[in-house]
């Protein structure tokens, strides 16, 4: 398992309050970025600028991957663009949500 998908198995475990699916599948990370120090960039957003964890889940995000041993350094930015939509979602997470 390279370290893009250890990092990606670590995110999968991290869950959206409102919807009942991890933020990964619901296209939430908009891009993992590995660099070769090991440093890791993301780019991620959320279903809503008033979203009630706007403040914790990046950080939670964060702090997943750094249990990643391999992992050096996270740089996390959220980004409002492209505006999230239910399109975004993978297709396990639209059947889990019956869309």
Excluded: F, H, R
């Excluded at 475990?13 to 440093?39: A, R, S």
């Excluded at 600028?49 to 959220?78: G, R």
């Amino acid at each position: 398992m390279d370290l893009k998908e250890k990092i990606i198995a670590e995110i999968k475990k991290i869950y959206d309050p409102e919807i009942p699916v991890n933020i990964y599948e619901l296209g939430l990370i908009y891009e993992i970025k590995v660099e070769k120090d090991n440093n890791v960039k993301v780019k991620m957003t959320l279903t809503t600028p008033n979203c009630p964890v706007a403040e914790s889940l990046p950080k939670e995000v964060k702090d997943s991957i750094m249990q990643v041993k391999e992992v050096n350094d996270v740089d996390l930015e959220l980004v409002w663009d492209p505006p999230w939509d239910k399109s975004m979602m993978s297709e396990a997470a639209k059947l889990e949500l019956n869309l």
